[in-house]
């Protein structure tokens, strides 16, 4: 019969000591060595990538709700890349009043974002202008560190409204949260959010804890296309065909 190693209890808890200062160090080394932004500069550099919107700019004549759905990429988008690393990589808030302004340099799309509160919750109120496109306006929170199972985690709910070329206007509401992992580095963001544009088109989506999208878009409680995808690879959307005289 093969022999059963057993560890002793005091190779154990070396053992459990060992695994601690290495998990230890590595939190450490990725909090020294991170580089730490603001909330509103993570905020103004998410802003200003518009690609989604200027790629749907224009085309709601021939089918608004992929406008809808262009604007609810931007807003996963926007959400995801301000939330990044907010936990590992925050650096000092601007002071009350304060108002920075980013600009693309190809795009010369600009982004001004307003620090309008820093406690007991981070209050950001921001404007895009998209030369061609349309513009941007909301109001974005971060709310006091609370533990969601064995992370750290805040709410981080959006309020906004995006108007694009031909009038086309979509105000949308998120509430989600984000969890921040310092061993691993890599931020989660889920909850849910509501989109409704002027052209009788609702969205509703739902991101779950593993970072998986799921939702539609209906008009007039039909259902006339669906929101796929993953988080940190970007939101799909499958457009139904729609028959003539349904």
Known sequence: MPEIFVPKPREVARLALLVSTVAGAVV???????????????????LLDTERLRDASGKMAEASETGLAACAAYLIHVAYRASEGLGAAAGADDPVGYSRTHTHP???????????????????????????????????????????????????????????TDGYTTQLESEFEVA?????????????????????????????????????????TRVIGRFEGRVHEGLNFKQ???ESGG
Do not use: C, F, W
Not at 35 to 45: C, F, I, N, Q, T
Not at 147 to 162: C, E, K, V
């Open 28 to 46: 450490a080394g990725r909090y020294l060595g991170t580089r730490k932004v603001s909330g509103a500069e993570r905020l103004a550099d998410a």
């Open 106 to 164: 190809y795009t010369h799309a600009a982004a001004t974002v307003l620090t309008e509160a820093n406690a007991p919750e981070h209050l950001l109120t921001y404007a895009v202008t998209i030369p061609d496109v349309g513009e941007i306006r909301g109001t974005r929170r971060t709310g006091p560190l609370k533990m969601a199972g064995l992370s750290p985690a805040r709410a981080t709910p959006d309020t906004a409204q995006i108007t694009l």
């Open 180 to 220: 921040d992992y310092l061993v691993t580095g890599r931020t989660r963001l889920y909850g849910s959010a509501t989109m409704r544009d002027n052209r009788g088109n609702v969205g509703r989506l739902h991101i779950g804890y593993d970072g998986t999208i799921a939702g539609t878009i209906t008009r007039e």
């Open 240 to 242: 139904y065909q729609i």
